[in-house]
């Protein structure tokens, strides 16, 4: 009786892989590259829609940053001004652009304007209008 329930267990063993389209699981091709998707999302609040990362902290753009293709905000100013940090392998997503940071690093641009995050917002839906120069990211 062992041997047949031995037998019964590697033969569905086999079965397993010719069902599989010929393919063992261990020679099956890699799963796609994960795609990375938009960095931020919109909501509506009481100071009307805006954009919020997806932590949902509140998204800014720096006024200076008028170029299209670089940040104005280093060095101190990245402190206080944190950038939405992109990841190496991310490209453009509709409305949303990579930039290139002077030290190399990517960050994300809603409609080629850097977003941040502020370092004065300590919980989702905090807003920071301490500062004319930064405006809250809208999605328009």
């Given at each position: ?93 509709g409305d949303f652009t990579v930039i290139i940071r002077t030290d190399g690093s990517k960050m994300w641009a809603y409609r080629y304007r850097p977003l941040y995050t502020s370092q004065a917002d ?19």
């Amino acid at each position: 009786m062992f041997r047949l329930i031995m037998i019964a267990v590697a033969m569905l063993v086999s079965a397993e892989s010719a069902l599989a389209n010929g393919h063992g699981s261990s020679s099956s091709a890699p799963p796609p590259p994960k795609q990375e998707g938009p960095p931020a999302r919109a909501v509506v609040t009481r100071q009307g829609p805006m954009l919020v990362d997806l932590n949902g902290m509140t998204l800014y753009y720096f006024e200076r940053d008028t170029s299209g293709n670089k940040s104005n905000c280093n060095g101190k100013c990245a402190e206080a001004w944190i950038p939405l940090a992109a990841a190496a392998s991310a490209t453009a997503s509709g409305d949303f652009t990579v930039i290139i940071r002077t030290d190399g690093s990517k960050m994300w641009a809603y409609r080629y304007r850097p977003l941040y995050t502020s370092q004065a917002d300590k919980a989702a839906g905090d807003v920071n209008d301490v500062d004319p120069a930064w405006h809250i990211a809208r999605p328009y």
